[in-house]
């Protein structure tokens, strides 16, 4: 019967339940604004149903609350009275519901797909209409998996759900494109040091300032620009930026700062990525290219291809997977670059090939500026002739090994150092402190509530390049911190190869790797090349780490994309939403053990009458909190998000108070044995007891029959016995 009555009943219902009132009026407030809120509470029936619905004024003062990060007050302190009762309320969530709003959160990204040369002004004249693409789309898996990858795989409470919109762009953007390649491909250099064939590259700004121009007349939510353009050459767009033409390999794409990226399908590809053996290469079939199709076909065929390309787009632009989960908001970001140089005296500080402080520094502050967050970059030196620790980390850590080449009269064994970077974090974390207090860093008495984020850079003027596992410049650690190898060595060429080159790195530069390792740790910011899914894990694909990206050898780019940005804002919230959610759903779970057959409808029949709203009031701020985060993470309004995550702590915290406040009222009872044990080992005494009650019934029963025959039987043969002995006997008396 209770079911069968509606929301808004129960809620007039809990209005006028006496018990309910008593509780309201125990709180010392105005009289008259409690009563408009109860009389607001009472006819307004959406404010407690399946979403917790909140007026807009008390919507933008949490808002505007929120907004100063860090949180560090609690909003609920900061409300009047009248305003704590209008949270009072009773949700009407059962366990089951509760911990489904807590554990399954989805939010909805919207991604723009615009054609670019399909509308058959393009290559092969092309006729691909939107809708086709679009029907593509709609037929994907659409639902992203949310993954911290280290220190190992861990699943976060809050995913996406993507949507697709395809549509054309400008008309004359497919027109402009091919104008400004066939000029650069005019123009332009061409080189044959990626093939043997003459490749043109053309500059991506040349591109790009069209595609933007178009992305600025747009809503500013993510696009991916799909271009296929007319050009009477094979190009590529070349993104160097100083140094040797090696350092960067030259691509068919760009991302940019702002949210859109943009590949072009006829620009030339033929290789990039690892070498042999190496995962998520790139050939020339991982993109579709028109003339690979048949002409008859080709508008149909295509489809597919586009729709997973837009799809890896996804996975490694729009929502990438985190490289951690243990992230945490600190108003200062401290990063300290502690050079332990092979040397008797400090280097001078125009040494080339350091990190760029003002660079690195601007940087970071381009991702922290939205949270309001300060980021400082400063240098320190330690001389390995003044700090022992510092020569024994190195000593401990230098590794050789023997690999075979090949040469101009066959094979042969050469023999490379290397740092072990197990072993590398086993010094450091023993020495740790040791080091800071050396450099002259005490964080526990000059930087307060700052963040420190130390760099640990071995300086060696080594000619031998001695590389961190033989293959990284700079790595994080498993503590959180950032270790970094610096040589005096030449270039040298690398397992990463471009078209038929090698790429190669320079052992002095470590700025773009210390960028990149800063972003991991700090920030969460996971590999361009990396993706996780459901069915496959963790996979890795090169297509997108050239250009704009600080990771991989395939660029020398030291920028951040929107790619990079996003993702350390976005990692922010979705780490404290993660903390929050799982612990507010282990506490209520807890619960679930105090009732006697494992089935709990709701949490407040085991509250104490002074909890109840306590608990009520958290639940629903926690909940709205929790859908709002996640509404500012699907409208790119990451800082916002982050500001609702990170006050879901007090909220948690209290409902963890109120559980520690319950369970000291509990009387503690010592069962040796589980439910199952304990009702198999009180089978064997029942079956016992019924086995020996039986036996004494039966016996009981069996026994007077007998006792009844023994009687009767002896009886007759004593009347019988006794006539014979009788009559001799009286006869013999008488």
Request: with cysteine; net charge neutral; aromatic share 10%.
């Amino acid at each position: 019967m209770e079911q069968q009555i509606s929301r808004t009943q129960r809620r007039r219902q809990r209005c006028s339940n006496p018990a309910i009132m008593q509780q309201t009026q125990s709180w010392p407030v105005n009289s008259s604004a409690a009563v408009a809120t109860l009389l607001l509470m009472c006819l307004v029936p959406s404010a407690w149903g399946a979403h917790v619905r909140v007026s807009k004024p008390m919507r933008d003062h949490i808002r505007q609350f929120v907004s100063q990060i860090p949180v560090h007050k609690d909003y609920l302190g900061e409300m009047t009275d009248s305003q704590r009762i209008s949270w009072s309320g009773d949700l009407g969530y059962s366990v089951n519901e509760t911990l489904k709003a807590l554990t399954e959160v989805k939010l909805k990204i919207r991604v723009d797909v615009k054609l670019v040369g399909f509308a058959g002004d393009g290559n092969e004249a092309l006729l691909t209409p939107e809708h086709n693409l679009q029907m593509y789309l709609r037929g994907l898996h659409s639902e992203l998996d949310t993954v911290a990858l280290n220190p190992a795989v861990a699943h976060m409470a809050v995913n996406p759900d993507i949507s697709f919109r395809v549509q054309p762009a400008y008309y004359e953007l497919a027109t402009k494109v091919s104008a400004a390649i066939n000029q650069g491909v005019n123009t332009g250099q061409s080189t044959n040091l990626f093939g043997p064939f003459q490749l043109h590259l053309i500059p991506y700004q040349n591109v790009d300032k069209l595609i933007q121009e178009d992305f600025d007349h747009s809503d500013g939510t993510y696009t991916i620009y799909l271009l296929n353009p007319a050009a009477h050459a094979p190009y590529a767009y070349s993104y160097h930026d100083g140094g040797n033409a090696t350092d960067s390999c030259p691509g068919s794409l760009w991302v940019s700062h702002k949210r859109y990226a943009w590949l072009d399908l006829s620009a030339n590809l033929t290789f990039y990525g690892p070498g042999p053996g190496g995962r998520g290469q790139v050939f020339t079939h991982s993109v579709p290219v028109v003339k690979h199709y048949k002409k008859d076909v080709v508008s149909k065929a295509i489809l597919p291809d586009l729709a997973a390309l837009v799809w890896s787009a996804c996975e490694h632009l729009i929502w990438p997977p985190l490289y951690h989960g243990k992230l945490s908001y600190n108003r200062q970001l401290e990063v300290h670059l502690i050079y332990m140089v092979e040397a008797l005296m400090r280097p001078s500080p125009a040494m080339a090939g350091r990190v760029d402080v003002a660079a690195l520094q601007e940087q970071l502050q381009t991702v922290a500026k939205p949270l309001k967050q300060q980021v400082s970059v400063t240098e320190h030196f330690l001389l390995f002739s003044e700090c022992d620790h510092c020569v024994a980390a190195y000593s401990g850590a230098l590794k050789a090994r023997t690999s075979r080449s090949a040469g101009e009269k066959g094979f042969h064994l050469s023999m490379s150092q290397y740092l072990d970077l197990t072993e590398m974090e086993k010094w450091l974390k023993d020495w740790r402190d040791v080091l800071l207090s050396e450099a002259g860093i005490n964080w526990d008495t000059e930087h307060g509530g700052a963040a420190i984020l130390p760099v640990f850079v071995f300086d060696v003027p080594t000619k031998e390049p001695v590389l961190l596992d033989g293959v990284l410049q700079a790595s994080v650690l498993g503590s959180g911190d950032v270790v970094a190898i610096r040589t005096a060595g030449e270039p040298f060429a690398t397992f990463f190869g471009c078209f038929d080159t090698h790429m190669a790195l320079n052992p002095k530069q470590i700025h773009r790797p210390v960028l990149a390792a800063t972003l991991q740790a700090a920030y969460g910011v996971a590999e361009t090349a990396v993706s996780w899914s459901q069915a496959t894990g963790k996979t890795w694909s090169f297509l997108w780490s050239v250009g704009q990206t600080p990771f991989g050898a395939l660029s020398n780019q030291a920028t951040v994309s929107f790619a990079q940005r996003d993702a350390a804002l976005r990692n922010m919230a979705l780490a404290y939403l993660n903390s929050s959610m799982n612990h507010a759903a282990m506490l209520i779970k807890g619960f679930e053990f105090l009732a006697p057959d494992g089935h709990l409808e709701q949490v407040k029949s085991y509250l104490q009458p002074d909890q109840v709203i306590p608990y009520n009031q958290r639940t629903a701020l926690l909940l709205f909190k929790i859908r709002e985060a996640a509404a500012a993470l699907a409208s790119q309004q990451h800082a916002l998000a982050v500001g609702y995550a990170a006050s879901t702590v007090q909220d948690v915290a209290a409902l963890h108070k109120i559980t520690r406040q319950y369970k000291s009222t509990l009387d503690p009872d010592l069962i040796c044995a589980g439910r199952d044990e304990q009702r198999r080992w009180w089978l064997l005494p029942m079956l016992c007891t019924f086995v020996t009650v039986v036996l004494i019934v039966w016996r009981c029963a069996r026994g007077a029959d007998d006792d009844g025959d023994k009687f009767g039987s002896s009886s007759k043969r004593g009347s019988l016995g006794g006539a014979s002995f009788g009559s001799s006997g009286y006869g013999r008396g008488f």
